[in-house]
């Protein structure tokens, strides 16, 4: 990589907001570059989005930011709508300008090698030249100190601005309940038994007649009783 000190290489990339971005359009201002692997990978992603929300401290200072990697035009604006980013994207897809700082570079992974882009971050002044080199660098944070080294001052908690969110993704609709199963009609009580008429009381035979009673019959009538003799 390209030491303290040297001039930036003469470029002219194309950049995901449409324009066209060359080392001699930025002449009189401080700018930075910073190189990533790949768009929409985990630890690019995280460095984009942290460059994203610092945009308004990198203004505050007029210091503008471009991200440069490898990959197409096309794949830099689907990127950047996707994480709603807020500086351009440089392309450099026939490595013009990364074999020219010497961020292309030989790489290795699960002892495999292939050729890709060193994660660095270069500060040119305005004059063109390089003025500080980070050759490797951490996602996480790195917006911060860069920031730092620029002088710029420190975000009071009311000024930082809440990160745009990514668009959520329509929820899902709930799936319509199913209808209750119509309740079973409950069985018809059985009709009770008419009750059994009770077998009607049998006369009490009438009582029998008591006979008669029988006539005494008259007493006999005594016998007249004998003279007494004299």
């Known amino acids: 990589m390209l030491d303290v000190g040297a001039s930036i290489p003469d470029f002219s ?4 907001d449409g324009r066209m971005v060359s080392a001699e ?43 440069v990697s490898a990959d197409t035009d096309a794949s830099h604006q689907k990127f950047a709508a996707k994480y709603q980013l807020n500086f351009p994207l ?27 882009v060193s994660r660095a971050t270069i500060v040119v002044d305005a004059e063109g030249r390089i003025e500080k080199v980070w050759p490797k660098v951490s996602p996480e944070g790195h917006a911060a100190e ?12 009311s000024a930082k601005k809440a990160a745009p969110s990514k668009a959520a993704a329509p929820a899902k609709k709930a799936a319509p309940a199913k209808k209750a199963a119509p309740a079973k009609k409950a069985a018809p009580t059985k009709k009770a038994a008419p009750t059994k008429k009770a077998a009607p009381t049998k006369k009490a035979a ?23 003799k004299r």
């Not at 990339?13 to 995901?16: E, N």
């Not at 768009?39 to 460095?47: A, H, L, N």
């Open 13 to 16: 990339l194309k950049a995901s």
């Open 25 to 67: 359009g930025l002449r009189g201002q401080r700018y930075v570059l910073y190189f990533y692997p790949k768009d929409d990978t985990p630890g690019c992603t995280k460095e984009a989005c942290e460059f994203r929300d610092e945009r308004p401290r990198f203004d505050g200072i007029k210091v503008p930011v471009f991200g």
């Open 90 to 116: 440089l392309a450099d897809p026939e490595l013009t300008l990364l074999k020219a700082l010497g961020v292309w570079v030989q790489k290795s992974m699960y002892g495999k090698t292939y050729m890709g």
């Open 146 to 157: 860069v920031l730092a080294y620029l002088g710029a001052p420190a975000a009071s908690a």
């Open 206 to 228: 009438p009582a029998k007649k008591t006979a008669p009673a029988k006539k005494a019959a008259p007493a006999k009538k005594a016998a007249p009783a004998k003279a007494a």
